[in-house]
T-cell receptor, first 113, second 112 residues
Framework: DAMVIQNPRYQVTQFGKPVTLSCSQT?????MYWYQQKSSQAPKLLFHYYDKDFNNEADTPDNFQSRRPNTSFCFLDIRSPGLGDAAMYLC????????????FGPGTRLTVT | GEDVEQSLFLSVREGDSSVINCTYTDSSSTYLYWYKQEPGAGLQLLTYIFSNMDMKQDQRLTVLLNKKDKHLSLRIADTQTGDSAIYFCAETDSGSARQLTFGSGTQLTVLP
C-alpha cells in the first residue's frame, strides 16, 4: 500500500558528479514537493510542482533542478553535488495547494564523497 | 521570516506522559501541525490545530495551543516504546500545506 515511494533509499555520489533522485506516488495528487533535510535540522522546501507548473523557492540553489514527466513521477536532479548537499531528500504530495496535509515518502539519504 | 523552535531531545519512561513543546514566531499562523518521523520512514501527520482553537484531543494525543505566547505542545498519554521517533512541529500562515515551516524536530526516546 505504498503511497509515496522514493528510490533509491540511499545514494552515494562523487563530488561534482550529477545525480538524480526519484519519487513516485500512487495517490494521484496534483502537488509534489521536494524537501532537503540536513542532520538535526528542519526539512527545507526546495520546490514544488502543481500539476505541470514548477515553483522554485527563492533560496533554492541553481544546482538543484526538478522534472515531472507525468502525475505520478517527480525527479530531483543535482547537477554538480557539493559536500554541503549531503542530506536526506524528502518527497511529499498533497491533493492540491489548499489541502492541509502533505504525504511524505521515506526519503533518500544522499552521501557525497 | 517565520521561525519554529523545539528542544532536540526528550526521554520518558514507558507508561508515563510525554510533553513535547514548540514555539513559533509568526503571529499570523493559521494552522499548526505535529508530524512524526520513525527511523527510516517519512513524516506522518499526527494531528493539526486551527489557530482559533486552544485544545484538540485525539485518543492518546492532546494538543495545546497558547496563541498569546505562541506556544504549542503535544502530550502523549501512556507513552509506549512504539512512540519513540522524531516529532516535528510545523506551521503555515496561509491555510495551505504548500508553505509549511518546520521546526528541527524533537527526538523522543521511550525507556522500558
Amino acid at each position: 500500500d505504498a503511497m509515496v515511494i522514493q528510490n533509491p533509499r540511499y545514494q552515494v555520489t562523487q563530488f561534482g558528479k550529477p545525480v538524480t533522485l526519484s519519487c513516485s506516488q500512487t495517490l494521484n495528487h496534483n502537488v509534489m514537493y521536494w524537501y532537503q533535510q540536513k542532520s538535526s535540522q528542519a526539512p527545507k522546501l526546495l520546490f514544488h510542482y502543481y500539476d505541470k507548473d514548477f515553483n522554485n523557492e527563492a533560496d533554492t540553489p541553481d544546482n538543484f533542478q526538478s522534472r515531472r514527466p507525468n502525475t505520478s513521477f517527480c525527479f530531483l536532479d543535482i547537477r554538480s553535488p557539493g559536500l554541503g548537499d549531503a542530506a536526506m531528500y524528502l518527497c511529499a504530495t498533497s491533493r492540491d495547494l489548499k489541502d492541509l496535509e502533505q504525504y511524505f515518502g521515506p526519503g533518500t539519504r544522499l552521501t557525497v564523497t | 521570516g517565520e521561525d519554529v523552535e523545539q528542544s532536540l531531545f526528550l526521554s520518558v519512561r514507558e507508561g508515563d506522559s510525554s510533553v513535547i513543546n514548540c514555539t513559533y514566531t509568526d503571529s499570523s499562523s493559521t494552522y499548526l501541525y505535529w508530524y512524526k518521523q520513525e527511523p527510516g520512514a517519512g513524516l506522518q501527520l499526527l494531528t493539526y490545530i486551527f489557530s482559533n482553537m486552544d485544545m484538540k484531543q485525539d485518543q492518546r494525543l492532546t494538543v495545546l495551543l497558547n496563541k498569546k505566547d505562541k506556544h504549542l505542545s503535544l502530550r502523549i498519554a501512556d507513552t509506549q516504546t512504539g512512540d519513540s521517533a522524531i516529532y516535528f512541529c510545523a506551521e503555515t500562515d496561509s491555510g495551505s500545506a504548500r508553505q509549511l515551516t518546520f521546526g528541527s524536530g524533537t527526538q523522543l526516546t521511550v525507556l522500558p
